[in-house]
């Protein structure tokens, strides 16, 4: 693979706060951006980036002026249409992760089968296309069960948990997440949730940043502390999964593979082949950030040390906003608290708005810091 050097131009599709610090650090070494926002304008990636291209991802007009215009394409979401990769593969753009691996990512059908043949356990699960097909899963699997849609979820959205098994919602269950088909998952009594994100170069190196231990509230990222609080053993395991599934799919870039951990067992929730936001503590915990990796592994250069420091993370929620702008000098009042904003104008009940990151000598004290920090924003 030849190497694609700066100032060439990367090509992200999506243009979110991934998008963004996926941005921040391309033009630190050099590289220009173009982004497809997917239809908005003023992106928080897009404000940041050389060119913002405002198009649906299946604009064919759109798609084309973004591909003649890119050296690489990658992704900061899999929530999307693959025509941009087609249109690049034809123009011999290259697509890193390519298409197969997003394809994998963007479906919990297509997710679940890939992880259990690469034979890698998942919670148990069947997928369902009828009010009785659900009403018989529901009953195998003893509820609680957790239901989600097969495309289309992020941060607990299109899923509902039914707590016991006699309902005859079953059909409303269909209609209310507006999917004909559904991803059944027995409810996991987890002891933790941790995720590994790892970064693949094209010729099977593999580089990971230890394993993230996360605290989901509503279904959303909470906090974030690494290294997780969990035997050596089972933190072995978790990387050597992250790694095979990486293998398995022949990423290039990032995957980030979440996982609960159940005693000593673990089963993977779901993978997502871009940076995550349970890595957003790489940015100040190691040498190289999971986005700087995510850079390298695309752009077929080395891949960096990406080895973190004891460190937390806590999400900044719309919802802080509800009386205004918070007051970011109590952020900045202390010292060791990094702060970063996705720029976004309008702040809404559980919108990811920014958040806020510490390194310290055990990931206890640098979380008592960053929800310390947090606290005396409400
Ligand atoms: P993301 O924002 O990570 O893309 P998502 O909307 O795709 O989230 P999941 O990761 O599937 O959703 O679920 C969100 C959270 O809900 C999980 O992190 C976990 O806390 C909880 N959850 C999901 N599935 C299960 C399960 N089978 N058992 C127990 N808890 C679950
Ligand atoms: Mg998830």
């Known amino acids: 693979m030849r190497p694609i050097t700066p100032p060439a131009m990367i090509g992200i599709v999506g243009a979110g706060q991934l998008g963004r610090m996926l941005t921040q650090v391309a033009h630190r070494y050099g590289y220009q951006v173009a982004v497809l926002t997917g239809g908005d304008k003023q992106t928080p990636a897009g404000t940041v980036a050389d060119i913002e291209i405002a198009a649906e991802f299946d604009d064919p007009e759109a798609v084309q002026r973004f591909v003649d215009c890119v050296d690489v394409v990658t992704w900061e979401l899999e929530n999307v249409s693959l025509d941009v990769a087609d249109v690049a593969i034809a123009a011999s753009v290259p697509v890193r992760p390519g298409p197969r691996v997003i394809a994998a990512a963007r479906d919990r059908g297509a997710e679940k089968k890939a992880i259990t043949s690469a034979g890698v356990p998942v919670a148990p699960y069947r997928e369902v296309t009828s009010p009785s097909e659900l009403e018989e899963a529901v009953i195998a699997f003893n509820a609680p069960v957790i239901i989600k849609t097969v495309r289309g979820g992020y941060d607990g959205k299109y899923q509902v948990r039914v707590a016991s098994s006699p309902s005859s919602e079953f059909a409303g269950i269909f209609e209310s997440l507006g999917s004909d088909r559904l991803i059944v998952e027995q409810e996991m009594l987890f002891d933790r949730e941790v995720s590994v994100v790892v970064a693949r170069a094209a010729d099977g190196l593999i580089v990971d940043h230890g394993v993230m231990e996360n605290v989901h509230v509503n279904g959303i990222l ?157």
Request: hydrophobic residues 45%.
């Open 222 to 378: 909470d906090t974030t502390i690494t290294p997780a609080d969990i035997l050596l053993q089972v933190s072995a395991e978790a990387i050597s999964i992250a790694g095979k599934l990486a293998d398995h799919l022949d990423v290039v870039g990032l995957l980030c593979v979440e996982m609960f951990v159940v005693g000593s067992e673990l089963f993977v929730n779901e993978i997502a082949p871009r940076p995550h936001n349970s890595g957003h503590c790489t940015i100040e915990a190691a040498v190289a950030s999971q986005f700087e990796q995510h850079l390298r592994a695309i752009c077929g250069l080395p891949l960096g040390d990406g080895t973190c420091r004891p460190a937390a993370m806590a999400q900044l929620l719309g919802e802080l906003w509800d009386t205004g702008e918070p007051d970011w000098i109590e952020v900045l009042s202390d010292p060791k608290v990094s702060m970063h904003l996705y720029g976004k104008r309008e702040a809404r009940q559980g919108r990811k708005m920014g958040h806020l990151t510490c390194v310290d000598t055990t990931p206890m004290l640098a979380l008592e810091q960053v929800l310390a920090v947090r606290e005396r924003l409400l």
